[in-house]
């Protein structure tokens, strides 16, 4: 069936480095794919999306580009800060006549001063 | 900006104990959902709702869980029996399309089975 895997965490980087989180999908057909993130205390919120193969999705810093030959969606950003620390989520559409949001397992990302 | 608001944000409750969790969707959103994460896991999907049914549910969803709305801005969570394990974070959301992928989700409410 249809899957994301994530690459484990906690990330730990100092403020200002580059970021990577590894993002592959199992799924049929091309679908949309998603990051979510949740800060410390709140709930899961949508940071940047692409809808179609090399499709490049953007927000607040963060890049992440729909690779269809490799099936991956890394998430990127050059230049992290403390305020990015959080849990990331690779996210699948529902697919066919599903209404479930596929989550990958979560990357925990920690940021130091 | 629109969001979608829970209550209580913590519960506390002794095993055996009913619980209800409190959602209220963004107004124009058509499909509901919860969602819940045990703490440092996978967030993992419980039900959807539309159209005033369940539209789809997870295995974990059984029959001491149920789904709610009861007027028309609110979304209800109930576990009749809570056990140990139900200990977790439970998101509801809402969306205004089903396929999209784009949920909006609440902050979360923390619950604690003793």
């Known amino acids: 069936g249809d899957s994301v895997t994530q690459m484990e965490g906690p990330v730990t980087l100092s403020e200002e480095a580059f970021l990577t989180i590894n993002c592959t999908y199992t799924a049929t057909g091309y679908p949309s794919l998603f990051w979510y993130v949740q800060y410390p205390g709140e709930g899961l919120q949508l940071l940047l999306k692409?809808?179609?193969?090399?499709d490049k999705g953007s927000n607040k810093g963060f890049e992440a580009t729909y690779r269809k030959e490799t099936t991956s969606f890394h998430l990127e950003k050059g230049s992290v800060q403390v305020s990015d620390s959080a849990v990331y989520f690779c996210a699948l559409p529902p697919m066919d006549s599903s209404y479930k949001l596929i989550f990958g397992s979560g990357t925990r990302l920690l940021v130091r001063p | 900006e629109p969001e979608v608001t829970q209550t209580p944000s913590h519960q506390v409750t002794q095993m055996g104990q009913e619980v209800i969790l409190r959602c209220v969707p963004i107004s124009n959103h058509l499909y509901f959902y919860w969602y819940r994460q045990i703490l440092g896991q996978k967030v993992e999907f419980l039900v959807s709702f539309y159209n005033n049914e369940i539209s789809e549910k997870s295995e974990i969803f059984d029959d001491q869980f149920s789904v709610e709305r009861p007027d028309g801005s609110n979304f209800t969570l109930k576990i009749r029996s809570t056990k140990l394990e139900d200990s977790a974070m439970y998101f509801c959301?809402?969306?205004?399309?089903?396929?999209?992928?784009?949920?909006?989700f609440g902050e979360g409410s923390r619950l604690t089975v003793l």
């Open positions: 692409a809808t179609k193969a090399d």
């Open positions: 959301a809402s969306s205004s399309t089903r396929s999209t992928g784009e949920l909006f």
